[in-house]
């Protein structure tokens, strides 16, 4: 049998990046736009045989070329990331992956959380894992009602639990937008959960976003706040690449996080799940429709919650959103800010604290997401 070496490939190696894209397109896919980490396995004159990536706790892109398949080369391939990963620190490993490679991941101590139809599957490396999470989640909100407002509590009859909606956000920055959607919702709610999207690939990091959040919704008494853990994740590092083109991405995802949000309302009785209406955005207007179909399919089969799309706050007649506060803070105009964000945020933009993240904004080249 021949002997492979494996190397990384850099991101400032065309001549490699050009084999592994060209490996990627042989087998069907193609080079997700955010990894980390890429790795390729070579034989003796040098041919990449076989190649995968990292970004984050994910694994991605992984494949074999077809001259090369039957040595073996995928499982080098998996353990070799696998160690990588757990050298960086990252012990909880999760992948999403075609549904026909399911079982092959399954026998490398992969199981699965979640899929969509036919098309996708997420796994992580922890039989437990998401069942963990779940129960965590159900502390946290047993913690929180003991010290929810006496108020709230009458929304709670004897044996009942309080009826609950959620809403899942990622608040990159908390606009106005975002506090209209938060009290029209707990406004119908005697208990709302509003999940904060962890994953720090924002231009605003997870602990400000999440601070942001809690202190934009102080004066609502009904509130419980968690964060979404490496469950629920942005389209924008959703991993498209084994899927055919980016609205087959879009739904995928959507489907995935219907079926993972299912869970998560079961575990924590919610009936309602809100989101934004969003005329601008085609991507979002997409996945809410995604969302929208597959909870009635959930509640048909006595599952999941209901979905219920809120129209957005509007401003001069567009409506308020991140994307237009972070284009904003990137063309220097702050003072047209005050009318798009709470005092609370608008007291971080202008306190030395943001300075690092008003950099990361001016300097980027894209800061409108679409």
Do not use: W
């Amino acid at each position: 049998m021949a002997e492979y070496q494996i190397s990384e490939i850099r991101q400032t190696d065309s001549r490699a990046l050009a084999q592994f894209d060209s490996l990627l397109q042989k087998e069907g896919i193609r080079r997700d736009k955010n990894l980390d980490y890429i790795a390729g396995l070579y034989d003796e004159d040098y041919h990449l045989a076989a190649a995968g990536a990292c970004f984050g706790s994910t694994l991605r892109c992984m494949a074999v070329d077809s001259a090369f398949q039957g040595e073996g080369l995928l499982n080098q391939l998996v353990t070799h990331l696998v160690d990588y990963q757990y050298r960086r620190g990252n012990i909880r490993l999760f992948l999403y992956t075609k549904y026909s490679k399911a079982a092959f991941f399954e026998s490398l101590g992969f199981y699965e959380i979640a899929r969509a139809g036919g098309e996708a599957v997420f796994m992580e490396n922890r039989r437990s894992g998401f069942k963990s999470y779940l129960e965590n989640l159900v502390r946290e909100t047993k913690e929180a009602l003991a010290d929810l407002p006496a108020q709230t509590q009458a929304f709670q009859k004897p044996g009942e639990q309080l009826p609950a909606g959620a809403v899942v956000l990622n608040a990159n920055p908390f606009t106005l937008g975002h506090q209209y959607l938060l009290k029209q919702a707990s406004s119908s709610c005697g208990v709302l959960h509003v999940f904060v999207v962890s994953e720090d690939v924002s231009l605003f990091p997870f602990s400000v976003r999440y601070r942001l959040v809690k202190e934009g919704c102080s004066r609502l008494g009904n509130v419980i706040f968690h964060s979404t853990g490496s469950y629920l994740i942005s389209n924008a590092t959703f991993p498209s690449y084994f899927l055919q083109d980016e609205e087959s991405a879009i739904r995928s995802h959507a489907r995935l996080d219907a079926e993972l949000f299912s869970s998560i309302a079961d575990a924590l009785s919610i009936s309602v799940r809100f989101v934004g209406d969003e005329p601008l955005s085609h991507v979002t207007g997409i996945y809410n429709e995604v969302l929208l179909e597959e909870s009635r399919c959930q509640e048909k089969a006595g599952k999941g919650c209901r979905l219920v799309i809120l129209p957005r706050l509007e401003s001069e007649g567009a409506p308020v959103s991140a994307s237009q506060v972070r284009s904003l803070i990137k063309e220097g105009r702050f003072q047209e800010l005050q009318s798009l964000v709470p005092e609370t945020t608008l007291r971080y933009l202008l306190s030395p604290e943001a300075a690092p993240v008003i950099q990361a904004i001016q300097s980027a080249a894209q800061v409108r997401h679409y």
